[in-house]
């Protein structure tokens, strides 16, 4: 039901910015996910695959599920008074929901989490890695535990958890990070073009 996906990410952005200069993604996941080719705000919210955007006939029935609600219950879960969360804007904020999280007492890292009703990804700006989860059902309690464990793997990163690793580009000089954090025995690895997701 959850699968992996990770592309390459856009110019980092800063996580101590200003609320009137906070950086805008647009969905899908950074670098065009292209499974969501014309994603739109229709009345499927642009969410599904089969969603050809505004002004369309789209067969995909009405979303049943609050993601903003969802997204905003569940990081204030996970993150205590400890870190700053911040809205990240987007041009499609009808479906898509996002928040920026880093600690208080600044230690350099920071993460991006957003949410769809699809999918839902966590990206990390300074090292510009990130992984991508896939649900298609409409049960609020899977999404809901999906997004957790996202966050989970935020969580342990900005408390300074985590290996960062340097590979070797393939057609090019030089190297790419690839982060891997351990969460209750699970190993996650994010990177730039790839991404691994243990089974719960």
Known sequence: MVTAHSDTAPPVPGHDTAPSQRPAFSGPPYGADPRLPNAGPCRCRGGSPACRGAGSTCETPLMTIDIKAMLYRVVAEVFDE??????????????LHGVQVS????NGRAAIIRASYEWMDAFVPELEVQVTLFDYDDVEAEKEAELRRLCLVMRAYLHGEGCIERRRRLFRRGTVP???????????????????VPCP
């Open 82 to 95: 400890t870190f700053a969360v911040t809205t990240v804007s987007s041009s499609d904020d009808a479906w």
């Open 103 to 106: 600690r208080r007492a600044d």
């Open 178 to 196: 690839a982060l891997r954090v351990e969460v209750d025995g699970l190993e996650w690895r994010l990177g730039r073009h790839f991404s691994s």
